[in-house]
């Protein structure tokens, strides 16, 4: 059974830094491409950064110089650093997994709170 488990939510300060983090299981983790998406109330889930099975990154232009997506594939993790948070960064975050249209995964989500 696949597993995605987030952890690293909570309440930061504006200009704050956080890291969150995701483990899978129950997946061959590094032929996946992870993602991190957000989403706010009321608004639509949202790429927020993904990286392939071969280290290959990209980002939505409204964290790119903010935010870090890494992976270790030895520990089955997928991490994103945020740093420089603003107050519209927060949103509940989830974590993916997905080959193609083939296999799609998603955690529970974790939620980031940004205060000015």
């Known amino acids: 059974q696949v597993q995605l488990v987030e952890s690293g939510g909570g309440l930061v300060q504006a200009g704050g830094s956080q890291r969150l983090s995701c483990a899978a299981s129950?997946?061959?983790?590094?032929?996946?491409?992870m993602g991190w998406y957000r989403q706010a109330p009321g608004n639509q889930r949202e790429l927020v950064a993904a990286i392939t099975s071969g280290g290959s990154t990209n980002y939505a232009d409204s964290v790119k110089g903010r935010f870090t997506i890494s992976r270790d594939n030895a520990k089955n993790g997928v991490y994103l650093d945020m740093n420089s948070l603003k107050p519209e960064d927060t949103a509940v975050y989830y974590c993916?997994?997905?080959?193609?249209?083939?296999?799609?995964?998603w955690g529970q989500g974790t939620q980031v709170t940004v205060s000015s």
């Open positions: 993916n997994a997905r080959i193609g249209s083939a296999a799609n995964y």
């Open positions: 129950g997946i061959i983790f590094s032929i996946y491409t």
